[in-house]
C-alpha cells in the first residue's frame, strides 16, 4: 500500500505545471546602472510573459540618432500611463565599452528613467527567434500582451504615434 502512495504521489508531482517564466523585474535594471547581458537567452523570459501587463520592448543604441529621438516619447508614455497595466523597457544593443559605459550618463541627462539592459549578443539568430524579418535595423519597437504582438520596425516619431501602438492591448 506504501508503494502505491508513493508511486501515486510521485506521478501527480510529475504533473504539475511547466516552469514558470523568470519574473520581469528580476532581468531589469534601472536606467542608472543597467545590467549587461552577453547572451540572449538570459534574456529571453522578457518576451515571455503571460500575465495582464502590456510589454512595450524598445531596442536601440547610442549611435542610432533616430532611436535618441524616440526615447523622451517613451518615457512620455510611461509616464501618462503609470496608472495602466504597461510596461516600458529599453534594450540597447551598444557592444562597445565605452559607449555601453555612457548609458547611464545619457539617459540620466535627458531625464530617462525606464526599465533598461544592455544586450551584447552579437548572433544573428536570436533577433530571428523574435521577429523573422527583422534584420537588427534600430529602432525596433515589440509590443506584446499575452500571445497578441506587434512589431515596429521604424521609430515613433509623436506621442500619439507610440500610444496608438499600445492602445489594442491596454486593458484587454
Known amino acids: 500500500m ?3 502512495f508513493l508511486f501515486f504521489l510521485a506521478a501527480w508531482c510529475g504533473c504539475s505545471e511547466s516552469p514558470s517564466v523568470a519574473p520581469v523585474g528580476d532581468l531589469l535594471g534601472p536606467a542608472s546602472a543597467p545590467p549587461v547581458y552577453a547572451d540572449y537567452g538570459e534574456l529571453s523570459p522578457l518576451f515571455e510573459q503571460r500575465d495582464d501587463t502590456t ?44 559607449a555601453i559605459e555612457r548609458i547611464p550618463t545619457y ?12 544586450l551584447t549578443d552579437e548572433r544573428s539568430s536570436w533577433k530571428r527567434e ?30 500619439p504615434d507610440v500610444a496608438s501602438a499600445v492602445e489594442p492591448l491596454l486593458g484587454k
Do not use: H, M
Open 55 to 98: 510589454y512595450l520592448i524598445n531596442f536601440w543604441a547610442t549611435w542610432c540618432k533616430p532611436c535618441l529621438e524616440e526615447l523622451p516619447l517613451l518615457q512620455q508614455l510611461n509616464d501618462e500611463r503609470s496608472g495602466e497595466a504597461l510596461r516600458v523597457v529599453l534594450v540597447s544593443l551598444d557592444t562597445e565599452a565605452g
Open 107 to 118: 539617459l540620466e541627462s535627458r531625464a530617462i528613467d525606464l526599465p533598461t539592459v544592455v
Open 130 to 159: 523574435l521577429d523573422e524579418k527583422w534584420d537588427g535595423s534600430l529602432p525596433t519597437t515589440f509590443v506584446y500582451r499575452n500571445d497578441l504582438r506587434y512589431i515596429y520596425r521604424r521609430p515613433f516619431r509623436t506621442l
Open 2 to 4: 506504501r508503494i502505491l
